[in-house]
């Protein structure tokens, strides 16, 4: 299964959904492809900090790839991995589009306090755009990353999101959390700090368990 973590807006978190992501389904035993897609290179500096910290026992595969040639690349490295997950920047690049044609799953996460309604037509369209090109339909899941453990925020970024039923919206809120940052600065993922921060944990096994389908 390919996922392309994206979206139009910067600061949503994608590059720590991405990277847990990975993490997470090589937990569950799969060989997992990690595609680095920012040109800010986050992904890959997360995995040169996880190289110290894990004794160069990643876990996944780290490959940097950028610009149209994205699409072709993924169809060439799709058969050697159970799970490929692409970590795309915050804007509309080539790199996201070029990704979304060859994706199952399109994850857009929204941190409640950088939303901003102008973001929903630029991703409607882009969606629009790749859906009418690609031969198979891409399923997409929106939801809520970053968001505050209580507020008003949180309520009218949902209401928003659920009226627009093409970005699949899914009630699985990952909260900002201390324990992402300081697990990210050492190059892991929540599920890997000493010691737990179970609500983290729990959060993003609940997201990720109903996006892939597969319960731990």
Do not use: C
């Not at 979304?100 to 950088?114: G, K, N, Q, T």
């Amino acid at each position: 299964m390919i996922f392309t973590v994206g979206g139009i807006k910067g600061g949503t978190g994608k590059t720590t959904i991405s990277t847990n992501l990975a993490v997470w389904l090589s937990q569950q035993g799969a060989d997992v492809l990690l595609v680095d897609a920012d040109e800010q290179e986050s992904a890959s500096d997360f995995t040169a900090w996880r190289e110290e910290t894990k004794k160069g026992q990643l876990g996944y595969t780290l490959v940097q790839l950028n610009g149209a040639t994205v699409r072709r690349q993924i169809e060439q490295l799709r058969p050697k991995y159970d799970h490929i997950v692409i970590d795309t920047g915050g804007r509309d690049t080539a790199s996201q589009r070029a990704a979304l044609f060859v994706s199952d799953i399109y994850l857009i996460p929204f941190a409640p306090r950088s939303y901003e309604i102008w973001t929903l037509s630029k991703v409607q369209a882009l969606l629009g755009e790749i859906m009418g090109g690609r031969a198979t339909p891409l399923q997409v899941f929106s939801f809520l990353n970053k968001a505050d453990t209580r507020g008003a925020d949180n309520s009218e970024a949902t209401d928003v999101l659920r009226e627009n039923e093409e970005l699949n919206f899914v009630d699985y809120p990952v909260i900002n959390r201390k324990a992402f940052a300081t697990a990210a600065s050492k190059g892991l993922s929540v599920f890997e700090m000493i010691p737990l921060d179970e609500k983290a944990v729990s959060e993003v096994d609940a997201l990720f368990g109903h996006i892939t389908g597969i319960k731990k």
